[in-house]
């Protein structure tokens, strides 16, 4: 477990970072068009690596293989997820964001019961997914900011995360028999080509500032393709619902780095939302179990 702790931890340092990064771009870039560079920019590092690891014509060979499932996972588990993701945080502020992200687990766990009986939450496990939830509720103060448009922002969050939900139990289902650096590689250049018709349309008409463009190499190089990586390998290694538990603790990576570098204050009911999503979030992924009770003995 381990090497669980530290996988979970360093990911969530990374996509913690991304809402912020987002918050950056989407300041000057529609929300397709900063995905779309987001996805271009990161699959060539990604194919790159392939071809790099495989040689060319075996690594040609295996990307072909996978375009089935290339092309799901290319709108599940990125072009549509990250474009909602960026959508919503034109209306809510990147740690709300980081926050409705935070219903991913809720939506594998449901899933789970209909098509993936071994990764179903219970006992213990299932306390800390609701556990974690709870934490969620208390950290954002439950309504969120901004009226109908930051309610519309955070259930576009929340229909990310439950694409994100679909596409890693997909993803468990396949990875056995599929390397995770080719997966990673195909369906990142498929999200780019399925989300090039909308971002080039929507592309601006001036060269962006220096700032978001910053920022949408940070998304690409370790939002995607650091974090993509480091992903596949916690749900190969460790199943899709431990490896859902990361999005427990972007809100408080996202706490972090708002306070750090944006100057942000961090409320008592922040702190309480610490607590209770680190709690749920070892609960959730078996790393703290609560105690039984004693049988009791049955009278003579």
């Known amino acids: 477990m381990r090497g669980y702790a530290f996988l979970l931890l360093l990911l969530a340092a990374i996509w913690g970072a991304s809402f912020m990064f987002i918050k950056i771009a989407v300041d000057e870039l529609a929300p397709t068009a900063t995905m779309l ?12 690596l392939v071809v790099a690891k495989l040689g060319a014509r075996r690594a040609w060979s295996e990307l072909r293989a996978v375009t089935r499932a290339a092309i799901i996972l290319g709108v599940v588990n990125t072009a549509l997820p990250f474009t909602l993701i960026a959508w919503g945080e034109t209306r809510i502020d990147s740690g709300v964001a980081a926050i409705g992200n935070g219903s991913m687990p809720i939506f594998v766990a449901i899933l789970a019961f209909r098509f993936r009986t071994s990764e179903r939450a219970t006992g213990s496990r299932l306390f800390g997914v609701l556990l974690g939830l709870v934490g969620v509720a208390v950290l954002t103060g439950v309504n969120p900011k901004g009226g109908w448009a930051g309610v519309a922002g955070t259930l576009a969050v929340v229909a990310a995360s439950l694409s994100y939900a679909v596409g890693t ?3 468990q289902g396949i990875l056995q028999d599929i390397r995770n650096d080719v997966l990673a590689a195909a369906s990142i250049t498929w999200g780019a080509i399925l989300l090039f018709p909308l971002g080039a349309i929507q592309a601006p008409s001036h060269f962006p500032s220096w700032g978001p463009i910053a920022a949408v190499l940070a998304l690409a190089l370790l939002g995607t393709v650091a974090g993509q990586l480091l992903y596949f390998r916690l749900i190969y290694a460790y199943g899709s619902a431990r490896a859902s538990l990361v999005v427990y603790l972007l809100p408080v990576t996202a706490l972090f780095y708002g306070a750090l570098l944006l100057g942000e204050s961090i409320t008592a009911s922040a702190i309480l939302g610490l607590v209770l999503i680190l709690t749920g979030t070892a609960l959730g992924s078996g790393v703290l179990r609560l105690p039984r009770r004693a049988a009791v003995a049955a009278a003579p």
Not at 37 to 48: G, K, N, Q
């Open 169 to 171: 139990l997909y993803t």
């Open 37 to 48: 560079l987001r996805l271009a920019f990161s699959s060539i590092p990604l194919v790159a």
